[in-house]
T-cell receptor, first 112, second 113 residues
Framework: GQQLNQSPQSMFIQEGEDVSMNCTSS?????WLWYKQDPGEGPVLLIA???AGELTSNGRLTAQFGITRKDSFLNISASIPSDVGIYFC????????????WGLGTSLAVNP | DVKVTQSSRYLVKRTGEKVFLECVQD?????MFWYRQDPGLGLRLIYF???????EKGDIPEGYSVSREKKERFSLILESASTNQTSMYLC????????????FGDGTRLSIL
C-alpha cells in the first residue's frame, strides 16, 4: 500500500533542544495525524489536523497541515527525556477517510 | 477517554495452531482495525471493519481472517500460524462521525515457535 515519506528516520538530541520532523505525500491529503509510540505500547494520538494551513499546538508540540496538502511537520520544543519514542505521521487522502496511510516513523532519543 | 483493550499483551503459540487475538472497545465506535507492526516496516493494515459482520481486506490479509459479531469486539484469527506471523499486533478504533483519528490498544506481541 501507499506510504508517507517521513524524515528523519532517527534523531539523537540533547535535552532542551528543539526537534523538527516532517512527512510528505505524493497525493493530496484531507487529514494529517501525528502519533507517539512508547516501547511496548500502542501509538497515542498527539495532534490531528483537518484543514490546509492549520497550525495546532499541544503543550510543547506544534504541528502544521501544509498549504499544498501534501505535507505536514511536527515540532517539539525544549525536549525532555520522556519525549523519547517513535513518532508517526498518518493521514487520509481523497476518496477514503477510513483507512490511514502511515509513515515509517521517526525514532527520537534524548540525551539528559 | 476511548478504551481499546486487547486480550493479551504477550502470546506464544506453535506453528500450525489456530490463534485468536481479541479486541474490545467501549466507545461504540463503528470502525475497527487490525495492524501488524514490524521493525522498519511501520504499521501495516491487515483487515478492518466498519460495521457488525462487515469486513474489508487491508494491505496484507493473507493468512488472516477476522470476525465482528458484536459492535464492540473485533477478532483477528490466524488460521494456521506460521513463524513469519511473529509480530506486534495492534487494534484500533474510530468513530465514523469524528474524523479519521484512530485510537489504539496496547498491542499483543505474538511469537510463533
Amino acid at each position: 500500500g501507499q506510504q508517507l515519506n517521513q524524515s528523519p528516520q532517527s534523531m539523537f538530541i540533547q535535552e532542551g533542544e528543539d526537534v523538527s520532523m516532517n512527512c510528505t505525500s505524493s497525493s493530496i491529503f484531507n487529514t494529517w495525524l501525528w502519533y507517539k509510540q512508547d516501547p511496548g505500547e500502542g501509538p497515542v494520538l498527539l495532534i490531528a489536523l483537518y484543514k490546509a494551513g492549520e497550525l495546532t499546538s499541544n503543550g510543547r508540540l506544534t504541528a502544521q497541515f501544509g498549504i499544498t496538502r501534501k505535507d505536514s511537520f511536527l515540532n517539539i520544543s525544549a525536549s525532555i527525556p520522556s519525549d523519547v519514542g517513535i513518532y508517526f505521521c498518518a493521514g487520509t487522502n481523497a476518496g477514503n477517510n477510513r483507512k490511514l496511510i502511515w509513515g515509517l516513523g521517526t525514532s527520537l532519543a534524548v540525551n539528559p | 477517554d476511548v478504551k481499546v483493550t486487547q486480550s493479551s499483551r504477550y502470546l506464544v503459540k506453535r506453528t500450525g495452531e489456530k490463534v485468536f487475538l481479541e479486541c474490545v472497545q467501549d466507545m461504540d465506535h463503528e470502525n475497527m482495525f487490525w495492524y501488524r507492526q514490524d521493525p522498519g516496516l511501520g504499521l501495516r493494515l491487515i483487515y478492518f471493519s466498519y460495521d457488525v459482520k462487515m469486513k474489508e481486506k487491508g494491505d496484507i490479509p493473507e493468512g488472516y481472517s477476522v470476525s465482528r459479531e458484536k459492535k464492540e469486539r473485533f477478532s483477528l484469527i490466524l488460521e494456521s500460524a506460521s513463524t513469519n506471523q511473529t509480530s506486534m499486533y495492534l487494534c484500533a478504533t474510530t468513530s465514523a462521525g469524528t474524523g479519521a483519528a484512530q485510537h489504539f490498544g496496547d498491542g499483543t506481541r505474538l511469537s510463533i515457535l
